[in-house]
């Protein structure tokens, strides 16, 4: 679970540092994480059955609470200058929540990889790679 959750945010990370030189490789390294937070998503489902513990829906007013933690804690003004959380995560306390709060983070994390991966997707579509970009400006200086 620790390296599915590591794999996951580093691939987030590498992809959105190939941006600006290779979309494709971004595309790629955005659904390589998305897997893996899918990955972690289905542990936490998991280790609440083979527990025999509740997986609260997503209308579940706890889940909700999760939620808006989860949209305080990852809002810019909860940031120091040197890009460090002010406020930490905390874990609710038990088992129970505690799985159900991370398997909501999961579900967050996989739905926003989903629509960052479409938006990239549609980019490219629009303006093509770079590759595309750089063949186009080697004709204009061409003159061709």
Avoid: W
């Avoid at 659904?31 to 509740?54: I, P, T």
């Avoid at 609260?56 to 949209?71: E, N």
């Avoid at 629009?126 to 400006?137: D, F, I, P, T």
């Amino acid at each position: 679970m620790n390296q599915a959750a590591r794999s996951g945010k580093q691939n987030i990370v590498e992809g959105v540092g190939q941006s600006q030189t290779s979309k494709s490789g971004e595309i790629k390294l955005l659904g390589v994480a998305k897997a893996s937070f899918e990955e972690l998503l289905a542990d936490f489902e998991d280790f609440l059955r083979q527990n025999n513990l509740e997986i609260y829906s997503k209308y579940d007013k706890r889940v909700t609470a999760f939620r808006k933690t989860a949209f305080r804690l990852s809002d810019l003004r909860n940031l120091s200058d040197l890009g460090n959380l002010k406020e930490k995560p905390k874990l609710p306390g038990n088992p129970q929540d505690d799985a159900n709060f991370l398997l909501t983070l999961c579900h967050q994390e996989t739905y926003l990889l989903d629509r960052q991966i479409k938006s990239a997707v549609d980019k490219f579509a629009k303006e093509g790679g770079v590759r595309e970009k750089l063949y186009e400006a080697r004709k204009k200086q061409r003159g061709f």
